[in-house]
């Protein structure tokens, strides 16, 4: 079973940002999150990861709380190319056997 | 540096008929991973291979499907004797062997799927 849960759907306005919670309360310490997008049909698209730190890339902002339990993926300007299933990640396994599970993601619609 | 290369990307198959689907992984990349999507769904784990070896085979059917990761060659997956519920997009990853400062911080690198349909 996956190990996060996110609402599975949201708009938001075009060039406004876009704000994906997910929580993953059962977390291990040495576990990573994940994010991935599929658009359409597509193979799903690898967005950003984080440990305990935020991280930012230029696609993406992750902010991950103190106590790891939950995440947030930002998308600073979205735009209508954006619009996704998002995924949020946490690998199961141990060393030499990871996996990821996906759970069913959050919808987003970005609008006009 | 090319992607994660699946073929055929559409195949259509009559009930019975036997389901070829080949994944090339990204060029260094010795570890596959297969996922299967059905219509309006999340994708669901199968198989996770190394060369030569199944590493994780926990979200595999028991019967009719199976798969390799040969020393030469593409991964196969293969699914005999197709039923209509075999339908679906199926997709493949990648990712680079090994650790690093004991954690496995690739992520994976997916195709573009291949969506078998069975008439």
């Known amino acids: 079973d996956a190990k996060t849960t996110q609402p599975p759907s949201m708009d938001c306005a075009e060039g406004r940002a876009a704000n994906l919670p997910c929580n993953h309360s059962t977390i291990s310490g040495n576990e990573y999150v994940y994010w991935y997008r599929q658009i359409h049909s597509q193979g799903p698209q690898y967005i950003i990861h984080g440990l305990k730190n935020n991280e930012t890339n230029e696609m993406a902002s992750l902010i991950i709380t103190e106590d790891r339990k939950s995440s947030t993926l930002i998308l600073p300007h979205a735009t209508l190319r954006d619009t996704a299933v998002y995924y949020c990640?946490?690998?199961?396994?141990?060393?030499?056997?990871?996996?990821?599970?996906f759970g069913t993601g959050t919808r987003l619609k970005v609008l006009a | 540096n090319a992607g994660v290369m699946q073929n055929p990307r559409h195949l259509v198959r009559r009930r019975g008929q036997e389901a070829r689907l080949r994944c090339s992984p990204m060029?260094?990349?010795?570890?596959v991973y297969w996922y299967r999507q059905l219509p309006e769904e999340g994708l669901k784990f199968m198989v996770y291979l190394q060369k030569e070896n199944i590493i994780d085979e926990s979200g595999m059917p028991k019967e009719r499907f199976s798969a390799e990761f040969p020393k030469e060659g593409p991964s196969i997956l293969r699914i005999q004797q197709v039923v209509r519920g075999d339908s679906a997009a199926y997709f493949c990853?990648?990712?680079?062997?090994?650790?690093?400062?004991?954690?496995?911080?690739?992520?994976?690198?997916f195709g573009s799927g291949t969506r078998l349909t069975v008439v």
């Open positions: 990640i946490v690998r199961v396994g141990t060393s030499g056997t990871y996996k990821y599970i």
């Open positions: 060029k260094g990349h010795s570890h």
């Open positions: 990853a990648s990712s680079p062997p090994g650790v690093r400062s004991g954690q496995e911080v690739y992520g994976y690198t």
